[in-house]
Nanobody
Framework: QVQLVESGGGSVQPGGSLRLSCVGS????????MSWFRQAPGKEREWVAA????????YYTDSVKGRFTISRENDKNTVYLQMNNLKPEDTAMYYC????????????????WGQGTQVTVS
């Protein structure tokens, strides 16, 4: 049973920073694609960033490039999302999700999700 638990959300002013964490367990595969998504009220869930644990390749949606950094600590089974220079439009519930490969970033392609952590920028 795959379990993902996010933490680190909160309220910050524009220009501030937050670091989200996602602790995973029960992965059925030796390597996985770990991703962050976000969903603002009234909007569809959108992909934010991903890291492929096989080679630490990273991927970002254009709106966060240069501001967000995804990384991981293998011995802690933890993936991080460092968010700098936050903007009000970054306000959303942030979710950690995983699938075997980073071949699709559609939310429907991910079978395993955490419960989410709220980020508010105002």
């Amino acid at each position: 049973q795959v379990q993902l638990v996010e933490s680190g959300g909160g309220s910050v002013q524009p220009g501030g920073s937050l670091r989200l964490s996602c602790v995973g367990s029960g992965h059925p595969y030796p390597t996985t694609c770990m991703s962050w998504f976000r969903q603002a009220p009234g909007k569809e869930r959108e992909w934010v960033a991903a890291i492929f644990t096989s080679d630490d390749s990273t991927y970002y949606t254009d709106s966060v490039k240069g501001r967000f950094t995804i990384s991981r600590e293998n011995d802690k089974n933890t993936v991080y999302l460092q968010m700098n220079n936050l903007k009000p439009e970054d306000t959303a519930m942030y979710y950690c999700a995983t699938r075997r490969y980073c071949t699709s970033m559609s939310p429907t392609a991910f079978a395993y999700w955490g419960q989410g952590t709220q980020v508010t920028v105002s």
